[in-house]
């Protein structure tokens, strides 16, 4: 097996190794760690390995052409959209934040390119309205190794058609970065709503109030009447804490505090005076 080198983790920052490897052990197979898959002496280490299929699930790594070319049939890659769409890295939360009714999963021909391959097969799924981007990971996780398994078991007998990908249609789901979680309260509530549920279970979306940094792991859009400045809370209950953005009223149901557990709405405005106050 294939994955990357152990890396920090948690607290203590101790080197800890990927679960793909925590597997590997418990099974007693090997596992190899190159930092990087361009130099010469990593296609010698995997063409002496007689590789029929090379088999890639969220690497994080590129693959070179000169190993794209070293397994007899390729390497395929078990990509988490309905492809051409959301290309790259973040296909779950992307597809969230978008407000895509459907995804799926891809199983891709590899290529030079970034997600570009011919597709082998999918299977679609519809996207739930309490979706999350955990939830929607394993739900995606699950239906990958099922698409995997189809895939497989025609390769030798009745190969699955490649079907080239439009690039006419194809989008690119930009890697997830840290600030994106910071709340801009002049956009809409419904497209907060939906960044909530996408960065939850992260980075998890999060505001300041005052000089107190509260997380948000669950809210929506409601319909309220009444005006306020985008950021003002004009209403708390054990319902939820709403607040004004660029367009409607948002309603933060689960909070967290830092280095606290997570609250219902009902629970943390025990804890925080929510009343009248502005976040930023």
């Known amino acids: 097996m294939l994955t990357q080198p152990d890396r920090p983790a948690g607290r203590g920052r101790r080197l800890t190794a990927s679960p793909v490897k925590q597997a590997a052990m418990e099974h007693g197979l090997p596992v190899l760690q190159p ?30 052409p000169s190993i794209l070319e070293v ?5 395929i890659n078990v990509h988490a959209s309905l492809l051409p769409r959301w290309r790259g890295a973040a296909p779950i939360q992307r597809a969230l934040m978008a407000g895509d009714r459907q995804t799926g999963i891809s199983i891709m021909q590899m ?12 299977i679609a799924i519809d996207i739930a309205d309490d979706e999350t981007g955990g939830s929607l ?22 190969p699955l058609p490649a ?11 930009a890697k997830i970065d840290k600030g994106e979680s910071r709340i801009d309260w002049n956009e809409p509530a419904a497209a907060l709503a939906r960044k909530v549920r996408a960065f ?22 409601i319909e309220r009447e009444g005006a306020g400045q985008p950021g003002q809370v004009v209403a708390v209950g054990a319902d939820g ?34 009343t009248g106050r502005m976040f930023g």
């Open 35 to 64: 930092r990087s898959l361009r130099p010469p002496e990593a296609r010698t280490v995997l063409a002496a390995l007689n590789l029929d299929l090379l088999i890639v699930v969220a690497y994080g790594l590129i693959l070179p």
């Open 163 to 173: 079907v080239a990908q439009d690039d006419a249609l194809a989008c690119y789901a």
């Open 200 to 221: 939850n279970p992260w980075p998890v979306a999060e505001s300041c109030l005052g000089d107190r940094r509260i997380r948000v792991w669950d809210a929506c859009s």
């Open 137 to 158: 990971h394993d739900r995606l996780a699950g239906l990958g190794a099922e698409a995997l398994l189809h895939f497989l078991l025609r390769l030798h007998d009745d």
């Open 111 to 122: 290529d030079a390119g970034l997600d570009t391959g011919d597709v082998l097969h999918q």
């Open 241 to 274: 804490i709403d607040v004004v953005t660029g367009d409607g009223v948002l309603r933060l149901r689960r909070l967290q505090l830092p280095g606290k557990r997570i609250l219902a709405a009902a629970e943390m405005i025990n804890a925080v005076d929510f």
């Open 71 to 75: 397994p007899r049939h390729g390497c």
